[in-house]
């Protein structure tokens, strides 16, 4: 990534080669063959098939075409402006993003995590703030991913670049364990950005004048509404919707495989989760620890796989006989769950997304 001067210049990178490549082939026949098509992502097997192979035995191929494409002349200032001046120039944007915040002209994204707590410790935001993490620079980012979840990270940071509204306000670190709190709030945030255009999938946040669902998520708290929200909406199990002992959410606990699946599974169904067993699980998956999944989440765990090879699992963790239902799941696994929603004959993923951006914005 040497190639790139700043910051800019590499989000910019990013997000020309899938707008680029969006906009190709966006006619209602070419959009529903996508959704009735396997996730490109898992069908990958052969080198021969990889784009980025082929981009690296065929040195006139376009740059755009790898998943860390280069920027093209011109695509960021204006077609048949010269490279050269973008670079001599670097050090002068540079200088402007100092300071520079949501809303201001020189602005880019992404935002860096909106809880980190300031010198003082008490998460209050006054006063000297701690020094993040340097995760602006996408490449960086991309260090800390896995191989197989780059791409469906990648289109994260892209999404969160290019969409706007929320999407800009999710802090991001890939390596580091999501809270529950934090995935909840990207997963209200990503299900209504993919489904912007049919407000009957959307989820309506919920209202401060609403009780709580849960006694530690006060309508004062950061992600109330999406949490209510979806709690109101049953996605999330609570008192709402039967479950008399979950009165408390606890969001800063670290999310777990099982919660992962349990909560993002209806919004790919978006119908009532199927009774499961643990035999039924075990023949489903092959997983040998089927046993401690908890009850609700084995419906989901079982409903999952009957997405095929949309299925979120095999997106995230690939081919495995342990679910290790307890384990936490990290930012990365979060936002490669978050990549797509849908079933085997009908979905809508990031790129989708992108495509329509761009094809709005023409």
């Known amino acids: 990534m040497a190639r790139f001067a700043s910051s800019r210049s590499v989000c910019l990178g990013l997000a020309s080669a899938l707008l680029a490549t969006g906009c190709a082939g966006g006619s209602l026949g070419d959009s529903l063959q996508r959704s009735l098509e396997a996730d490109p992502q898992l069908q990958a097997q052969f080198p021969a098939k990889n784009e980025a192979a082929q981009a690296e035995s065929d040195p006139t191929s376009d740059?755009?075409?790898?998943?860390?494409?280069?920027?093209?002349?011109?695509?960021?200032?204006?077609?048949?402006?010269?490279?050269?001046?973008?670079?001599?120039?670097?050090?002068?944007?540079?200088?402007?993003?100092?300071?520079?915040?949501?809303?201001?002209?020189?602005?880019?994204?992404?935002?860096?995590?909106?809880?980190?707590q300031d010198a003082g410790g008490n998460g209050s935001g006054e006063g000297e703030e701690a020094?993040?993490?340097?995760?602006?620079?996408?490449?960086?980012?991309?260090?800390?991913?896995?191989?197989?979840?780059?791409?469906?990270?990648?289109?994260?940071?892209?999404?969160?670049?290019?969409?706007?509204?929320?999407?800009?306000?999710?802090?991001?670190?890939?390596?580091?364990?999501?809270?529950?709190?934090?995935?909840?709030?990207?997963?209200?945030?990503?299900?209504?950005?993919?489904f912007s255009d049919q407000p009957a999938k959307r989820i309506r946040p919920g209202s401060p004048n609403s009780t709580p669902a849960f006694q530690d998520v006060p309508p004062s708290h950061p992600d109330f509404a999406a949490i209510q929200g979806l709690a109101e909406a049953g996605i999330i199990p609570s008192a709402l919707s039967g479950n008399a002992v979950a009165?408390?959410?606890?969001?800063?606990?670290?999310?777990?495989?099982?919660?992962?699946?349990?909560w993002k599974v209806p919004l790919d169904t978006r119908a009532v989760l199927p009774m499961a067993t643990v035999e039924a699980v075990q023949s489903?998956?092959?997983?040998?620890?089927?046993?401690?999944?908890?009850?609700?989440?084995?419906?989901?765990?079982?409903?999952?796989?009957?997405?095929g090879d949309f299925a979120n699992i095999l997106r995230v963790f690939g081919f495995t006989t342990l679910f290790q239902p307890k384990r936490s799941v990290s930012q990365a696994e979060a936002a490669a769950v978050l990549w797509r929603f849908g079933h085997q004959t009908e979905g809508v993923s990031v790129q989708d997304v992108i495509r329509r951006g761009t094809a709005a914005g023409n």
């Open 284 to 307: 489903a998956w092959g997983f040998q620890d089927a046993a401690e999944i908890e009850p609700l989440a084995l419906r989901a765990v079982l409903a999952d796989r009957q997405t």
């Open 131 to 194: 020094q993040p993490p340097q995760t602006t620079d996408a490449s960086t980012l991309l260090d800390e991913v896995p191989t197989d979840l780059k791409p469906y990270v990648q289109d994260w940071i892209t999404l969160g670049i290019t969409a706007g509204g929320d999407f800009v306000n999710i802090p991001f670190q890939p390596s580091r364990p999501i809270t529950r709190g934090d995935y909840a709030h990207w997963l209200f945030a990503a299900n209504n950005q993919f």
């Open 247 to 262: 009165v408390t959410f606890r969001p800063d606990d670290t999310l777990t495989r099982e919660n992962l699946l349990l």
């Open 63 to 116: 740059d755009s075409r790898s998943p860390l494409a280069t920027e093209p002349d011109g695509a960021a200032d204006g077609a048949g402006e010269d490279r050269s001046a973008t670079r001599e120039s670097a050090s002068d944007e540079d200088s402007a993003q100092v300071g520079a915040k949501p809303g201001d002209a020189t602005f880019i994204g992404p935002l860096p995590p909106t809880r980190w």
